[in-house]
């Protein structure tokens, strides 16, 4: 009876302490990744999903200026930038495709500029999680 009852006791405190993103179902576990976190992003995982994808347009825009290098014939250009939010929450530049090089010079400051957040998750640790965002010259 004693066994039972520790093993009952070691089994609720297991879960207790259980990884957000992880379950276990029979013998297969799974884990989900959990996005990084904007600064001032609260609720659940989908409002926070939403709220990251608002605060980085806004932050684009706000952010935006055009290179004094940029002509006319710029116009509809498009540069992509793949960028990371690394396990410290602070973003990384993997590549930029497209334009110019002061197009791309421009849409990498922009990236740069992201504030410092909370980092994605993978199995209760930091992870580092990738984006791609198109700037439209």
């Not at 980085?56 to 992509?80: C, M, R, S, W």
Request: net charge positive; glycine share 10%; charged share 25%.
């Amino acid at each position: 009876m004693k066994n039972l009852l520790l093993l009952v006791v070691f089994l609720i405190s297991g879960m207790s302490f259980a990884q957000d993103g992880v379950s276990v179902s029979g013998n297969t576990v799974s884990m989900r990744e959990i996005p990084p976190t904007w600064p001032g992003c609260t609720g659940s995982e989908l409002k926070k999903k939403n709220c990251f994808n608002q605060k980085l347009a806004q932050h684009i825009g706000k952010n935006f200026k055009f290179p004094k290098e940029y002509k006319a014939e710029d116009k509809g250009t498009k540069v992509i930038v793949t960028f990371i939010i690394n396990e410290e929450g602070k973003p990384e530049i993997k590549e930029v495709t497209g334009g110019k090089p002061y197009l791309q010079e421009e849409a990498k400051r922009n990236i740069l500029q992201i504030p410092e957040m909370k980092p994605g998750m993978l199995g209760g640790k930091p992870r580092a999680i990738q984006y791609k965002v198109p700037f439209n010259f």
